[in-house]
């Protein structure tokens, strides 16, 4: 039986809640569109490792204090909402393992502060956006297990200063590997297995 996920409706009342963890549990259903009406200065919300399903609300900009937003080990669908480019403060965005779909939003790139983005295994198409490089900041980027393709682009991983690890194995990507990846000093770790580099 899963659990139910009722109880976020009565949280929308209380205007100072900063913090939100309900990870690791056995929460199902659909997500439910009051997690987008919990309070303005909502700092840190954690519901990933449940059996969660449906699609992150577009009114998820609202949350405009958020620095953290892990939904990562769900059955979440959809496509990764470009409202989540409004939350200027957001430093962690984990979405790793759901059935998230479509393009990874150029909006993104406005997240200056973002230095963690977790979107492994899921179903993302498309390009890296090149709007990404404004991202300078990021120290860990796993976009591995999805169905992204076209170049790793040049202009992009190169301007990722603080970068230590960096996953896009199991991908389509054709191409080569930029030659920009020799200025990334501090990294650590980088996979590109499974490709058609």
């Not at 949350?63 to 990764?80: H, P, Q, R, Y």
């Not at 169905?147 to 389509?172: C, M, R, W």
């Amino acid at each position: 039986m899963f659990g139910d996920l009722n109880f976020l409706n009565s949280l929308t009342n209380i205007s100072g809640l900063r913090i939100l963890s309900f990870s690791k549990n056995n929460f199902g259903g659909v997500l439910p569109n009051s997690i987008v009406n919990l309070s303005t200065q909502m700092q840190e919300l954690y519901f990933g490792g449940n059996r969660i399903y449906g699609s992150i609300p577009e009114e998820i900009g609202n949350l405009v204090k958020l620095t953290i937003f892990s939904a990562g080990e769900n059955d979440l669908t959809g496509i990764i909402p470009t409202s989540l480019g409004k939350l200027r403060s957001l430093r962690e965005i984990w979405l790793s393992r759901n059935r998230v779909s479509g393009l990874l939003p150029s909006s993104l790139g406005n997240l200056s502060l973002l230095y963690n983005l977790g979107m492994t295994h899921n179903n993302l198409e498309g390009k890296i956006p090149t709007s990404l490089r404004n991202c300078d900041n990021l120290q860990f980027l796993d976009l591995s297990g999805n169905k992204l393709s076209g170049s790793v682009p040049e202009d992009v991983i190169g301007h990722f200063n603080q970068l230590t690890a960096l996953y896009l194995e199991q991908n389509s990507f054709t191409g080569s590997i930029p030659a920009d990846v020799g200025r990334l000093k501090n990294l650590n770790e980088l996979f590109v297995s499974d490709n058609n580099l």
